[in-house]
């Protein structure tokens, strides 16, 4: 009788560890993000984060931004931008043009190792404006450190 417990709480326990590993990195659709109040950007993307300070779209953009990161992206990246160690810690990238160029790459590209996507295109699902308000509000927490 104990073999038999043992075996169906093995297996129970194996299935919960599957399910948690599907839904670490499901496919997930990015939602929605409000931008009303931003500067509009149009198609083309710009080079450098425009709502960076000392523009006057700074603060709007992250309050946005926050709600946007906590709404797709910390769940990889961590809650307040601080990775847990998924993926990478964003507050590590240069509030410059350097950093908005690898920024900007990823949110664009993706990015997808060995076939496996470990982030989606996220410019596929949400505007240029809400992208860069993202990127606003990471480098907002990483003035904090």
Same mark, same amino acid.
């Given at each position: 009788?104990?073999? =038999?417990?043992?075996?169906?709480?093995?297996?129970?326990?194996?299935?919960?560890?599957?399910?948690?590993?599907?839904?670490? *990195?499901?496919? %997930?659709?990015?939602?929605? @993000?409000?931008? =009303? !109040?931003?500067?509009?950007? !149009?198609?083309?993307? @710009?080079?450098?984060?425009?709502?960076?300070?000392?523009?006057?779209? *700074?603060?709007?953009? @992250?309050?946005? !931004?926050?709600?946007?990161?906590?709404?797709?992206?910390?769940?990889?990246? !961590?809650?307040?931008?601080?990775?847990?160690?998924?993926?990478?810690?964003?507050?590590?990238?240069?509030?410059?043009?350097?950093?908005?160029?690898?920024? =900007?790459?990823? @949110?664009?590209?993706?990015? %997808?190792?060995?076939?496996? %996507?470990?982030?989606?295109?996220?410019?596929?699902?949400?505007?240029?404006?809400?992208?860069?308000?993202?990127?606003?509000?990471?480098?907002?927490?990483?003035?904090?450190?």
């Amino acid at each position: 009788m104990n073999n =038999k417990i043992a075996r169906r709480t093995l297996f129970a326990a194996g299935l919960l560890g599957f399910a948690g590993l599907a839904l670490a *990195h499901g496919d %997930v659709t990015p939602q929605k @993000v409000e931008t =009303k !109040g931003l500067t509009p950007l !149009g198609e083309e993307w @710009v080079d450098e984060n425009p709502y960076r300070a000392p523009s006057e779209d *700074h603060d709007k953009a @992250v309050e946005i !931004g926050s709600s946007a990161y906590n709404q797709n992206c910390a769940r990889c990246h !961590g809650l307040e931008a601080i990775s847990g160690g998924i993926a990478p810690d964003l507050r590590e990238l240069e509030a410059s043009y350097d950093g908005d160029e690898w920024y =900007k790459e990823r @949110v664009i590209n993706g990015a %997808v190792r060995d076939g496996a %996507v470990y982030m989606p295109r996220m410019a596929d699902y949400l505007s240029q404006e809400a992208l860069w308000a993202i990127r606003t509000y990471i480098e907002s927490e990483a003035a904090k450190r």
